[in-house]
């Protein structure tokens, strides 16, 4: 549970103070880190979603605050952190400033799991993919609650309809990732990662896990809310969807929190299909702290994929989203999976 | 069977939509070819209004200093919330002895000009047109009240007056 990067640190305080304080410390300077990690991704992924639409589009996107625009959204932080938190009077006052925590919060557990670079890892169980499952399904509750305490029409519709995709789609992530998890033969990430060394796991598994790819991929993007899955927000239907209510630094936990979870999502993807950390053919294996490059690098590559997507493809309808799920993905997801099981029983991997 | 052709199709199709965007997405990275933002106060110099474009409403005039406008107030009656003001006067021409109206002030609020081009139409003589000109805020509500026909300038000699 110990940061490796982190083992001189760990001395030095067991220097200064008994084991159990140091413990605790650690676990501080962990949660810091690691909020300041959750902070600057939002914004730095604010910046590139609006930078890349801008190109999508035409247009040019921010560029005026700072080099290349990456201060605007810095700037718009600190504008929605000194508006006024308004709240409807006939809310359910209680989940009403709750649910934005279980948002984030359940965004900032998931992201303990993830794996910068062999040493920077903060949380790694081995239960690991199973237990980001778990939690990350824990974050509809969230959106789920905003709908609900609202108690305004238009959230209420967008909470209900998180539920019904939220339910659909977490099975395909589950199933895409058992898939992969089938042929890494482990949950830990860390050993999913090692058993990469000698060639990723898309190309280990070839057919069945590029179609695993496409299907995580689809249901990623819908269960992290982006077009053409936003139903739940609709701005052209629903006003804002379930966060209509809220403003200020509530609203933007909601926003941020949207933007973390693609990051995870498109960690995920990496872990499962890429390689994490690895470097291509192991060319920088020696270099220290290159995994963070290479992570970084593959990572944005997906984001950029999700992006692509959400500037492309018009939004579903309900039904339209309903039969891609269940008709379509659900049975796909099944076949590759038995597909997958033979493929390793006969030892077909390359 | 539908159902594999439909996934195969829906396939093909979002990766069309796909390839379309992705052209746009990687020559506006590189090239900024197509881009069209103006970026507009850097560009102040070289920044062009395109033809059709509404500013506001001038009075043309040649380079003698004479413009077309005979004060025949059809500008006024066409406005519908009394933007213009024509003040014109009667005197009389030497050479035909007609006693003939001309043109003291056209007198035209901004302020108030929804810039619905009914003026423009209704002049018979083409004497009043859009201009180009987009910096049209002030400090002061009275700035924007302006006198369209320049100081001491004439009918174009020749026509009607």
């Known amino acids: ?350 | 069977m539908s159902y594999f052709s439909d996934i195969i199709n829906g396939t093909k199709t979002l990766l069309t939509g796909m390839r379309i965007t992705g052209k746009y997405f990687f020559v506006n990275l590189f090239t900024r070819k197509d881009v069209i933002t103006r970026q507009y106060p850097d560009n102040i110099d070289t920044l062009k209004m395109f033809d059709r474009y509404r500013g506001e409403v001038i009075m043309l005039h040649n380079e003698n200093n004479e413009h077309k406008c005979d004060a025949c107030t059809l500008c006024e009656k066409a406005c519908p919330n009394g933007s213009i003001e024509v003040i014109g006067d009667k005197k009389i021409n030497p050479e035909t002895g007609k006693n003939v109206r001309f043109l003291v002030k056209h007198i035209y609020h901004l302020e108030m000009c929804t810039m619905c081009g009914l003026c423009i139409e209704a002049c018979p003589q083409n004497a009043i047109a859009w201009g180009q000109n987009y910096h049209n805020t002030a400090y002061d509500r009275s700035k924007l009240t302006k006198v369209l026909n320049k100081p001491g300038s004439k009918i174009v000699p020749g026509l009607k007056g």
Do not use: C
Not at chain 1, 147 to 176: D, H, P
Not at chain 1, 256 to 276: D, K, Q, T, Y
Not at chain 1, 308 to 328: A, G, N, S
């Open chain 1, 1 to 350: 549970m110990i940061l490796n990067i982190f083992t001189d640190i760990h001395n030095k305080l067991l220097e200064h103070m008994s084991g159990g304080a140091a413990h605790i410390t650690e676990l501080i300077l962990i949660a810091a880190a690691y909020l300041g990690i959750f902070a600057i991704l939002g914004l730095l992924l604010v910046w590139l979603e609006r930078r890349v639409a801008g190109f999508f589009q035409l247009r040019l996107g921010p560029n005026r605050v700072g080099p290349f625009g990456l201060f605007q959204t810095i700037a718009d932080a600190l504008k929605l952190v000194s508006k006024e938190l308004t709240g409807t009077v006939k809310a359910d006052s209680m989940l009403y400033r709750t649910a934005p925590y279980f948002v984030i919060t359940t965004a900032l557990m998931a992201l303990s799991l993830i794996p910068f670079s062999h040493e920077i890892q903060a949380f790694d169980i081995n239960i690991g993919v199973f237990f980001l499952i778990s939690v990350s399904s824990v974050g509809v509750l969230g959106i789920f609650l905003a709908g609900w305490a609202s108690n305004n029409k238009y959230s209420l519709i967008g909470g209900m309809r998180t539920g019904i995709q939220m339910i659909s789609y977490e099975l395909s992530v589950g199933m895409a990732i058992v898939t992969m998890t089938v042929l890494a033969g482990t949950l830990q990430i860390s050993e999913i990662i090692e058993i990469q060394k000698d060639g990723w796991l898309i190309w280990k598994g070839h057919i069945p896990a590029i179609i695993a790819f496409m299907i995580f991929m689809i249901a990623g993007t819908a269960e992290s809310n982006r077009t053409p899955f936003d139903l739940v927000e609709a701005e052209s239907e629903l006003g804002a969807g379930f966060h209509t209510e809220y403003s200020g630094m509530n609203f933007a936990y909601y926003f941020l929190a949207e933007f973390v979870n693609m990051f995870i999502i498109a960690s995920v993807a990496v872990i499962l299909f890429f390689g994490g950390w690895l470097s291509p053919f192991g060319i920088t294996d020696t270099i220290p702290f290159a995994g963070l490059f290479w992570f970084t690098v593959k990572v944005i590559g997906v984001i950029f994929i999700f992006m692509w997507f959400r500037w492309t493809f018009p939004r579903f309808r309900i039904d339209q989203l309903l039969t891609l799920e269940w008709k379509y993905l659900l049975p796909v997801n099944m076949v590759n999976i038995v597909l997958m099981a033979l493929i390793v029983w006969l030892g077909l991997t390359l």
